[in-house]
């Protein structure tokens, strides 16, 4: 990797809710950035700042080709991101194939570049805590191996990243690529999709509406919510510190909430008048509890989430309110 303050760095999935925010960060670094995105999920409009820096490059492109079809003439990254994914259960269970290719193959295709081009570089993978399943531990910690549905409707996501995180396995222990996986949990904030059918912003925007905030099943499933400040600061430690080639690490806030907590929190951040509608169906698969043991990001990267989830809750409320006039 260039040793100098300056990188090349290469982000796919730029323009998601997480690519972006990466992107503004290791713009903001001063870094050179290109950003790699087929808007299959993401939202051009999330770019809009970055658009603004001359260090910065957009391509509209699928990562699941080798990146000598799409990254422009005479780049050659010595730090790649690999966030492109459809993240959402309804979104990825739209886009099975593409799920399973982007986090397969476009995985192969770009530690395979690596080794051909950019031997130095670093690679860092987007994994997630789906990669437990619906945990029998818990909290998780990055020892388990998971209790996975192998061939559920949520298997093109969780199975595919747990094959991405055995491709970087290979390419690191065999090929001596410097891969760092992160394992990140559920994270909100700015930029979300609104569309994309996760808890936070279905329930903010029913909330901001005075609409009825539905509930599947009796609402004590949990989850562990971060604050996109916190996961972007952590994402960027794991890239950073050398101690982090070849390690697997959770990432995410043990903050761990019911979803019947989470919708009165809402309720409250935005005064609405929203009434609560229990007994929606559970959609399939949906793992009961979630919250990562983050000891090893603390001791790796002494790194862990300080925002609290009413400030983080006020500035996505606020993000909201905004996009919905
Ligand atoms: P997102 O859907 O907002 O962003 C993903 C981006 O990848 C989108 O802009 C989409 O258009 C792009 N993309 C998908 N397939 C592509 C392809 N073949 N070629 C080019 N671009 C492609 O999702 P996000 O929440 O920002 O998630 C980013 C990454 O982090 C994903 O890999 C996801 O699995 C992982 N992750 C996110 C969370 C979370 O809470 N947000 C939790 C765990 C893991």
Redesign the pocket.
Known sequence: MQTDHKKRVLV??A?????SHLVDRMLVEGNEVVG???????LELNLEDAKKNNAFTFVN????APPETYLPDGFTPDLIFH??????PP?YQQHPV?TYL?NSL?THNLLQYILSSTPEARFVY?S??EVYGDPKEHPQKETYWGNVNPNGIRSCYDES?RYGEMVCGVHNRDFDVDVRIMR????YGPRM?PV?GRAIPNFVQWALKNEPMQIYGDGSQTRSLCYVDDLIEGITLLATIDSARGETVNLGNPYEVTMLQLAELIKKATGSTSVLEHGHPMPGDDPTRRKPDISKAKSLLNWEPKVSFEEGLGKTVEYFKQTMT
Request: cysteine-free; proline content about 3%; charged content about 15%.
């Open positions: 796919t999935g323009a998601g809710f997480l690519g790699i995105d087929n808007l299959i999920t993401g492109a699928d990562v699941i966030l492109a994914s459809p993240a959402s979104r593409e982007v476009g987007a997630t805590s990243k990140i949990f559920n994270t999709n994309d």
